[in-house]
């Protein structure tokens, strides 16, 4: 399983870091992916790394977010910075080799 956390209200233009601890699985040898869900909309990716480091983004959040991995702590991460009102939601990371979902954290950007 995933359980995701670090998520909090923030005003525009700040960060926050967001935590998936995999429990049964390894982080380091799958393919892991982030989403996005906004308030009322479809849940969206954000970002694919992979098991050898590579990484990919959406045009919304290129150059804003980034994802890495601790693999002694079987945790991916995903730092949000200059953070806008547009990236409120729910984030969600994934194990696309396993369909393995976590619960989400919810993040919110306002002032």
């Known amino acids: 399983q995933l359980m995701e956390s670090g998520g909090d209200w923030v005003q525009p233009g700040g960060s926050l870091r967001l935590s998936c601890v995999g429990t049964g699985l390894s982080v380091g040898d799958d393919i892991m992916t982030w989403h996005h869900q906004a308030p009322e909309k479809a849940r969206e990716w954000v970002a694919t790394l992979w098991p050898g480091g590579a990484t990919i983004y959406s045009p919304s959040v290129q150059g804003r977010f980034t994802v890495s991995r601790d693999e002694a702590k079987n945790t991916v991460y995903l730092q949000l910075d200059n953070l806008k009102p547009e990236d409120t939601g729910v984030y969600y990371c994934?194990?696309?080799?396993?369909?393995?979902w976590g619960q989400g954290t919810q993040v919110t950007v306002s002032s």
């Open positions: 994934q194990d696309h080799d396993t369909s393995t």
